[in-house]
């Protein structure tokens, strides 16, 4: 079966593209959850207020954890064919009953066969460290605040032992799937100066991702940053399995999901 059929929207319905954004401070992931406010969940009441009461929850390229951020996240939802909103103004309507930390940037009809999860071939990642003696309020619940000073060629000489495929199960927390994963960019590069201070991101892109692997890469790079790891023994942790060795998952809040590709459709979103 080929995948325009595999990924169809059920009869009578018209799958929509989007491209979101919020700020993840008050959110427990992008996923449904029971107890504990959701961007999913968000995102279905703004269109239950609009009509689509048939329309199916909304399906993201990544599950981000809660706190993490979103630049550019894209996502397929399916609105029945009666639907009376113009998709011109989906977005505007939409956001109208949005709260203002998430927004719809871009609705637009989705591609044949496309799924936003599935059709995936790379999703990117950004984690903002702000070095600086004192903390910055406009970076606060945006950037890790470090008091004091990276060594930023050492953080990048680790990272290439960490480009490629391999088993990554140091770097996960509470995962029951393979651990094999392709890590295509994972770099440290300067960014903006701030007053008295620095800020760098480290970038990462991959096809998919462990549970809080992103976070566990980033605390690693840190230690070797701090000079409490030689650049070379990331190898060996990678190599030994064993998530004690890495370093602590960076905190939440300076994690921000930056885009995503799909392979044999327009790419949705890129930074």
């Not at 064919?81 to 113009?86: A, G, N, S």
């Not at 009953?97 to 637009?108: I, K, Q, R, T």
Request: proline fraction near 9%; glycine fraction near 8%.
């Amino acid at each position: 079966m080929t995948a325009p059929l595999r990924f169809a929207p059920p009869p009578g319905f018209l799958r929509l593209r989007l491209l979101l954004a919020w700020d993840g401070t008050d959110y427990a992931g992008w996923q449904a959850q029971q107890n504990a406010p959701s961007v999913q969940d968000t995102l279905r009441a703004a269109f239950l207020r609009l009509g689509a009461e048939d329309a199916a929850r909304a399906v993201a390229a990544g599950r981000t954890d809660a706190g993490v951020h979103a630049a550019a996240m894209p996502a397929h939802v399916d609105v029945p064919e009666t639907f009376r909103v113009p998709l011109p103004r989906l977005a505007r309507a939409l956001n109208a009953h949005l709260p203002p930390s998430v927004s719809v940037l871009e609705a637009v009809p989705a591609p044949p066969g496309f799924h936003a999860r599935f059709s995936c071939t790379e999703r990117r990642y950004a984690y903002q460290l702000l070095c600086a003696p004192q903390r910055h309020p406009l970076w606060t619940g945006r950037a890790l605040h470090l008091p004091g000073p990276l060594d930023v060629p050492a953080m990048n000489a680790a990272a290439v032992w960490l480009l490629g495929t391999h088993d990554f199960a140091a770097f996960a927390t509470q995962e029951d799937r393979q651990t094999v994963r392709e890590v295509r960019v994972l770099e440290v590069v300067p960014t903006d100066p701030v007053p008295c201070g620095q800020l760098y991101e480290v970038r990462v892109a991959g096809e998919s991702f462990l549970r809080h692997m992103v976070r566990g890469l980033v605390g690693t790079l840190l230690l070797v940053g701090q000079g409490r790891l030689r650049p070379e023994e990331v190898s060996n942790i990678l190599a030994g399995r064993k998530r004690a060795r890495a370093g602590a998952n960076v905190p939440a809040h300076g994690l921000t999901f930056t885009g995503a590709t799909y392979g044999g459709f327009d790419e949705t979103a890129s930074r």
